[in-house]
């Protein structure tokens, strides 16, 4: 040892000399005891003793255990929604107008699709054929608007796309058919039309939007289902046709059930059939 | 006659019970109790949490005695596994910021405990007592590192090397360590140290 810690030494004899006096604590008399029933109890800490690092790994396996089932149930969720989603475009696809009752009924179409986007839902919900749908599609009703913003960009190309193979469409549905009961009706059909149809019975409108339904959708085909901008812009025309002259009617429609709505559909539907043996001849 | 276990080293003990002799186990626990309890009861000051510690040691060499290598001394390896229990069990409580209330117990059966000791006449039990206070609250107030050392070495009068075996620290670092700790509780203690 050298001088110098020799001299330390030295110096702390006192301090040492104090801890050496401090008495042993010794272990309690039932230590061993205590011992032992730990031991046999599988030897685990208590709480206080292990702190948090124990504590934390009993939790680990269940945390993370839970976590992965959230993730795969919102995964689950997801996907399924996905689906929900991309079935609705046909909904508004077939309960499109026909060009002429959009001319009559909707006079301004192009002006209320640029609405804002919360607005643009609202009548698309109140239309009972279309929501009586969609009540079935509920997550989808919410999907639609964020895409319409995304391809807010391209409506002006979209609505030509619309607008283009409706008037094509017009054209042969407009001349007579050759029944005479159907001819009778769509002779005066340029002239009468503009007056006749706000006047049309919801019933009528019903069968007419069936109509739509049953037709080649060529030009519905060029809208690209995925975008929400189509749905939007298809819908708005049927609660500008159930906000025509006839309020009372629309507004008893609007207020039916979805459920009604599809049964006067569907009790609609073999009647409009008929008109399908025309189309060979378009 | 003596007993033969008596006799046995720890190594020997420890030994045995790798190959199953749980006696050889509790010979070891009676042999190292008293001393690894006095040992904790410095470090952290609170008996009841020593007792956690040093039975939860015993417990690690229950169930892991054979990761035990006879390279390095029984003594060495159970203070080890005690040392770094008691650091963990420290930090736990640095990092809660609180005192358990097992301290304020633990001072209380210390004073019981204390007061039993008879090498001092009744008259001077209570100044004793405060004095032992006072120590222990020096040891606290010095820093984990200084503390580790100076109690290993003055109170458990454990050799250098030893000490360097369980800390890990080189013997340069051990005795620069035991020379601030002391000195610093020289200062702390310089009421009792001029007595």
Not at chain 1, 239 to 262: K, N, W
Request: overall charge neutral; charged content about 30%; aromatic content about 6%.
């Amino acid at each position: 040892m050298s001088d110098l810690t020799q001299q330390e030494h030295e110096e702390h004899r006192p301090v040492r000399r104090l801890l050496k006096e401090l008495p042993k604590v010794e272990a309690s008399p039932d230590f061993e005891q205590r011992l032992q029933r730990r031991i046999r109890e599988g030897g685990s800490l208590p709480a206080s003793a292990s702190g948090g690092a124990e504590r934390a790994r009993g939790f680990t396996i269940p945390v993370f255990a839970y976590s992965l089932l959230t993730v795969l149930l919102v995964g689950l969720i997801s996907y399924y929604s996905f689906f929900r989603t991309a079935e609705t475009p046909v909904v508004p696809k077939a309960v499109r107008p026909a060009p002429a009752e959009r001319r009559s009924v909707a006079p301004a179409p192009t002006a209320l699709p640029t609405e804002g986007e919360g607005e643009s839902i609202q009548p698309r919900d109140a239309a009972p054929p279309v929501g009586g749908n969609r009540a079935r599609h509920g997550p989808s009703a919410a999907a639609p608007p964020k895409e319409t913003a995304r391809s807010a960009p391209k409506r002006q190309p979209v609505e030509e796309l619309r607008e283009e193979p409706l008037r094509q469409e017009a054209a042969p549905v407009v001349p007579p058919a050759p029944e005479p009961t159907v001819k009778a009706a769509d002779e005066a059909e340029p002239q009468a039309e503009p007056r006749a149809e706000p006047q049309a019975e919801p019933q009528d409108l019903l069968r007419q939007k069936m109509e739509e339904l049953i037709r080649p959708e060529s030009a519905q085909k060029s809208i690209p289902l995925q975008s929400g901008k189509a749905l939007k812009e298809v819908a708005l025309p049927q609660g500008l046709i159930f906000s025509a002259p006839e309020a009372a009617d629309s507004a008893a429609v609007r207020d039916s059930s979805a459920a009604d709505s599809v049964r006067q559909v569907k009790s609609a539907a073999p009647r409009i059939r008929k008109p399908k043996p025309r189309r060979p001849g378009e | 006659m003596a007993d033969p276990t008596l006799r046995q080293s720890d190594e020997e003990l420890i030994a045995a019970y790798q190959a199953g002799d749980t006696a050889a186990f509790n010979l070891l626990v009676g042999r190292y109790k008293h001393p690894l309890m006095n040992f904790v009861y410095r470090y952290l000051g609170d008996y009841d949490q020593a007792d956690d510690i040093v039975q939860e040691t015993f417990i690690r060499l229950y169930q892991k005695a054979g990761s035990y290598r006879p390279v390095a001394k029984f003594s060495t390896w159970i203070y080890t596994i005690a040392t770094n229990l008691a650091k963990t069990q420290l930090r736990n409580r640095a990092r809660r910021g609180v005192f358990s209330l097992n301290r304020t117990r633990g001072e209380e059966g210390e004073r019981e405990r204390e007061i039993r000791d008879e090498r001092y006449p009744a008259d001077r039990l209570a100044e004793r007592t405060m004095q032992q206070e006072i120590i222990q609250r020096a040891l606290a107030a010095l820093p984990e590192q200084y503390r580790e050392a100076v109690i290993l070495s003055d109170i458990q009068e454990l050799s250098y090397e030893e000490i360097c075996a369980i800390t890990g620290m080189n013997m340069g670092t051990l005795k620069s360590r035991l020379n601030r700790g002391r000195s610093q509780l020289q200062v702390l203690l310089k009421d009792l140290v001029h007595e």
